[in-house]
């Protein structure tokens, strides 16, 4: 089906257009998170040979990694039209409500930060995917009654990177829910050669581990190293992407040999020599750097902790004796149990 056909509501940033064409358009072409893919694979075995519109999806995960183009690759496997919005733009039940009326048998909806949902747009929500059915009230005062108008059967994709957030009645009317966890480096590494060859740009198989290697275990970040690193090969080098290119260009935006930037370390290195190691505070950090905690909490955080850079305890965030070393400070003490966090 043609994608401008796929692609119903929704406005496309300038800056992911390109990301939009390097998309995975099956799950043949999709690398990584192989257990997801192999359930996704027989949901959707399962749906086609019922002739019946998939189940409800839940993809939940840190941002980057791909819950947006497994929507996409549903819709294409499931040959079905796709509707795409987010939770901030619903902002009314009746938006929702126009949204769901003009949907079709088999069509898709697909809610990123679904999270954000307000609660009178959860309630419209509930009953139109557990019995497809859509309950509006007519009219004000006494006169006011309920009429429930019938939607054909199609399917929401939820995506998320705050599933805490998400309401438990809502959380529990998606039949399948996946956690997309982090590429490994040979994953990246396919990633951006396969980009690489969609955006004809000559790039070594050591180039490639190098661009992987930064990529912080993301394909969105992954990609938008590979573009930037496009653009310094075609005007500072010979067009092609080689080990000492790729170190080049990514010293010179700051992103050192983990991936890590600017920001990262000013949040780290904030925490070591303001508050000694910590354990500090979310809202205090946020303060202290001029960032936001939900920034910190769900773009920072993940990747810190990933490297075992962070811990969270109970009275707050702690660095450990690796981010000293990773810093360059001397380190004379020991780090905290790792515990959950109440932050």
């Known amino acids: 089906m043609p994608e401008d056909r796929r692609m119903v509501g929704g406005n496309e940033r300038r800056d992911d257009r390109t990301n939009i064409a390097l998309r995975p358009r099956n799950l043949a072409e999709m690398v990584g998170q192989d257990r997801v893919r192999e359930q996704l694979q027989i949901i959707i075995e399962a749906a086609k040979a019922r002739e019946e519109p998939i189940d409800h999806i839940l993809f939940y995960g840190p941002p980057g990694l791909g819950k947006t183009s ?4 549903i819709a294409n496997e499931m040959e079905a039209n796709i509707h795409i919005t987010a939770g901030p733009s619903i902002e009314r039940a009746g938006d929702l409500a126009a949204i769901l009326t003009h949907m079709k048998k088999g069509d898709i909806l697909f809610i990123d930060e679904v999270h954000r949902l307000g609660r009178a747009v959860e309630e419209i929500l509930y009953p139109a995917m557990e019995d497809f059915a859509l309950d509006i009230v007519i009219g004000k005062g006494p006169a006011a009654k309920n009429v429930r108008l019938n939607l054909p059967r199609f ?9 805490s957030l998400l309401a438990g009645p809502l959380r529990d009317r998606f039949g399948a829910r996946f956690r997309l966890d982090f590429y490994d480096q040979q994953a990246m590494e396919q990633i951006i050669k396969r980009a690489a060859k969609l955006l004809k740009v000559e790039i070594t198989p050591e180039g490639t581990a190098e661009i992987a290697r930064r990529a912080r275990g993301t394909p969105r970040v992954g990609l938008r ?4 690193v496009r653009d310094y090969a075609q005007t500072r080098a010979d067009g092609v ?19 890590l930037d600017d920001n990262d370390r000013r949040l780290l290195s904030t925490i070591i020599e303001k508050f000694n190691g910590g354990p500090v505070g979310l809202d205090t950090i946020g303060a202290a750097i001029s960032e936001d905690s939900a920034t910190i909490m769900d773009v920072y955080e993940p990747y810190l902790l990933q490297l075992g850079f962070l811990q969270r305890t109970p009275r707050g965030r702690i660095a450990t004796h690796l981010a000293y070393e990773h810093l360059g400070i001397p380190y004379d003490g020991d780090d905290e149990p790792q515990q959950p966090s109440l932050f």
């Open 70 to 73: 497994l929507a996409h690759v």
């Open 155 to 163: 399917t929401v994709i939820g995506a998320t990177t705050r599933l």
């Open 225 to 228: 190293l590979l573009r930037r």
């Open 241 to 259: 992407i080689t080990v000492p290119v790729a170190g080049e260009c990514l010293a010179l935006m700051d992103i050192d040999h983990l991936g």
